[in-house]
């Protein structure tokens, strides 16, 4: 069957509201385990997860850290409006975008925007002892968000200015309010690059000492970069998946992480859906860069739909000579980090490259995670989600996890 064919309503299953985890454990890696391995499905707690991972084995975790995206602001006519921050439009790149001290622009999404038809927002807060007066102005449709230009006094960064107004964006379907407690528990306990509008939920049940296990058995620990959008969240609204636009997501790969990957046979184990998303778009630049050796770094984007259009003897390139074409290609532009984009769908079809092992949580019905799950899995993720609803495990980003050996 064409992947493109894949009607999305096989991908249903019954999620009543109260198996959806409304807060995590309180102890992150107390959080239930379910192990399928290779057909069989048994559970665990997940501090014991390294004694299920192979030794000498490479781990990829995805470090983003998420950002308090969530902006309000109040009209004089008393209407309150949300701007909700997508991505950086000017300077795009996120690290630049942090530092800027007076200005800068952002694609966003508007809350109540109808009360908001023109004119400029503004909003004063104390950054560390500093009043700033932070103002607002749109300036019109970019896509499916709006373009938002900031301007502030004080000379203080934006990634304090978030830090003093921003609310953490969590998830939709929790229902509730962002509570203080979230601005912990919402974080990974590795995450370092902010850009991120939602946390990469599978690595929220690692603590210090489950990583200090990982590392007494041998396991590598490499880390990447992708930017985890708020089209995370996009229901599959299409009648088949050939019709749903998947969100584009930034992603940094280090050098010397590829390295490790060749390293390694240019295999590992992913810790969540964004790390699979990274390490298998590496594959298909690699292709590229063997296609046209010349190709710019602003080229290597991976579009939706390329895994399943390339050649069936390009498929056969292992993973390691894709890798290596990368790494070749990097040196040539003395680049020590790739800085790409990423529009992969996963899905029944297709096929895995690099990610061996997969550490995820459980997700929506109807998703184009539940798909890249189902990929993984040869299609078994029934087996692995019946289980999961008959044996009281949580759902969703703060519910639990699972490691699945296909």
Known sequence: MNT????????????????????????????????????????????????????????????????????????????????????????????????????????CLVGNQKKWKEGTLCRVIDVKGTSVEVRVTRKGEHGTSQWIDFEWTGGVSFAEILDAMGELPIPPYLNRETQESDKTTYQTVYSKIKGSVAAPTAGLHFTERVLSAVDERGIEREEVTLHVGAGTFKPVKSETIGEHAMHTEYIAVRRHTIERLLAHGGSAIAVGTTSVRT??????????????????????????????????????????????ALLNWMDRHELTVLHSSTQIIIAPGYTYKIVKMLVTNFHQPQSTLLLLVSAFVHGDWHKIYDYALAHDFRFLSYGDSSLLIP
């Open 4 to 107: 493109k064919d894949i009607h999305i309503s096989n991908y249903n299953y019954e999620l009543p509201d109260e198996r959806i985890a409304k807060f995590p454990k309180e102890e992150r890696d107390h959080s239930k385990l379910l192990i399928y391995n290779k057909g069989q499905v048994g559970e665990d707690v997940f501090f014991h997860l390294p004694e299920y991972l192979p030794q000498g084995a490479l781990m990829v975790f995805n470090n983003t850290k998420v950002i308090q995206a969530r902006l309000h602001f109040r009209k004089d006519t008393g209407a309150l409006i949300e701007i909700f921050l997508l991505e950086p439009a000017q300077p795009a790149d996120y690290e630049q975008m942090f530092q800027q001290s007076e200005r800068c622009s952002w694609l």
């Open 279 to 324: 390490l298998e778009s590496l594959y298909y630049m690699g292709m590229k860069v063997m296609r046209n050796p010349d190709i710019k770094e602003e080229q290597l984007h991976v579009n939706q739909w390329e895994p399943y259009e390339v050649e069936s003897s390009e498929l056969k390139v292992e993973s390691s000579e894709a890798l290596q």
